[in-house]
Each structure stands twice: as C-alpha cells, then as structure tokens.
C-alpha cells in the first residue's frame, strides 16, 4: 500500500484528505488541521483540560483594544503559518497589541500573555494505527531570536516534571488519535507550572539527536508507523547536546560579508561530535543548514563539546547553556 506523510505542517489539510483516499496518510488531515491554525490548537488543548498560557482570541482591532488588562504585556502571534519566531510581535499596551495585529495583515491572531519562564521543553512522542505511543526523553530547548539554537537531552528539569512533560505530550497524542510522530513544545515556569506552548505534527528540529543518541530516531519511526510496523524502541542511549548550524556562520566578520563554508575540522576533532549536513546549497542567515550533536558518557562532558564548538564555529551563546 502507498504511503504518504509531511516534513512541516502548512501542507494543506485538503490534500491530506484526499491522497488519504488511496494511500496511508499519517498525519490525518484532522491532526494537522488543529495544530496548523494556533486558535484552534489553543482551543483543543484547553477544552482537554491541558493548561496553556493565558490568551485571547483577536479578529478585530476592537479585540485588541478591549483584551483583559492581565495579558499585558504579551505577545501578539499570527493563527496561521508562523514558524522560528515569524508572526510574532511583543506588545505592551491594547493600542500596541491592535498595531500588530494591523501589522499581521488583519489576519485572526492571538494575544498570549508573556510568561516569566525558567525552561523551555519539548517532548517527541510517536503513535501508530493500533494507538500504541511511545516518547523520547524530555528535551531542554535555547532559543536564539525565535529559532531553535541548542537541545539538551535530557532537559536539566525535575523528576516530577519529567513523568508530567512526557505524560502531557502521550496525552495530546492521544486526544488527536494521533498517527506518526508529533513534537509537544511545552514551557515551564518560574513558578513550576508546566504549560503546552505549541504542538507541530511531524519529526521535529529539538528531536534530530535521535539519529545519534537513540535507539530508534524519530524519522526511522515515521517510516515504521507509515509501513504499519511496530514502533521502535526509543531509549537514549548515553547524554546529547544537539547544536543548530544556522547560514549565520558562513559570512563570518572576518570575511567582510563574503560567503566562506566553515571549517569542519574544528567539529570533527571531538570525537563524540556527529556533524549532519542538510545539502543546501544556498546559506542565508537565519536558515538551518545542519546541525551538530555531541554524544557524551556525562551531560556536562557533552554540553563542554557543545561550548566549545559553538566558540569554534563562531555562534553565539557558547556560555549561556
């Protein structure tokens, strides 16, 4: 039987329907139509008694204007097709929020308070037609401007909100009667509440040090739940710091704007260090041209390769993980 899935989440939800009709399709159409529109997403995790940030729904500027004083300040994020920070703008006061919501395009938004955080996690968790779930360890995510800069695995969080952040992320999987693998971007904050921020349906950039550091990786598990096989299992096997590689790094200061490949050398002499290159030939700033993960028997041994290499390849953040 014909299989098909997706690599990122705006595919739309119609063609899903309809190559559905003739082949296996995973994710359904239904899972991806909910986490593609973030109103709806924000409405199916709450209605399942899955706590979320505090938010409002905006279709007008009379919306924002008269949103509840107690989402100030927040941030104004667009329903539809945003991704590593795009379709987001920080706001302050209702005449700000109404701003940027005019700025969206007029487009249906979100306004969601901003949050005092202390970590940002993630949980990639698999589920095939039997709805049999399995989940990887919880990931520790670092942001740089909206996009994902590093993941450590295992997250640097309590016992306690471990078994809460994979049960949460097994829980939504199954509320979606979710097919294939699904990444449940969570926040945890100051005050230790652990909070769903967004959920994408297919493998996910903060699950790439599967390949590496696990038994079965995320994409292998797509393939098993497309072929109807069973799922694999999905133990670490030792720490991993997963670092992005974004087209920053090859227009280096030195270089006066000029593009120049980074020297890979200075990954490949740490020996626990797998470097994945996504074949792009064209580096833009801000694009994910591969990604580096470093294996170690210790997290702090691992998260030093990470430091160190960040410092080589000249990206930012090398002491702040």
Known sequence: MAAATTEFENVPAAALE???RTARVAPAAASVAI??????EKAFLA???????PFAVLHADADALAADAGLLP??????RLGYDGKGQIGVATPADAAAAFR?????ACVLERRLALAREVSVVVARNERGEASAWPVAENVHRGGILDVSIVPARV???????????ATAVATRLDYRGVLCVEMFVTTDGRLLVN???????????YTIDACVTSQFEQQARVLAGLPLGATRQHEPAVMVNLLGDIWFPPAAAGAVREPDWTMVLRHPQAKLHLYGKTEPRRGRKMGHVTCLAPTLDEALAAARAIKHDLGIAGADEI
């Open 18 to 20: 309809f190559l559905a």
């Open 35 to 40: 986490a593609q529109d973030r109103i709806r």
């Open 47 to 53: 209605d399942g008694g899955l706590a979320v940030a």
């Open 74 to 79: 927040g941030i104004v994020k667009s329903a």
């Open 103 to 107: 700025a969206m395009g007029g487009a």
């Open 158 to 168: 309590s016992a306690g909100l471990t078994t809460a952040a994979l049960a949460t």
């Open 198 to 208: 967004e959920i994408a349906p297919r493998p996910h950039n903060s699950g790439h």
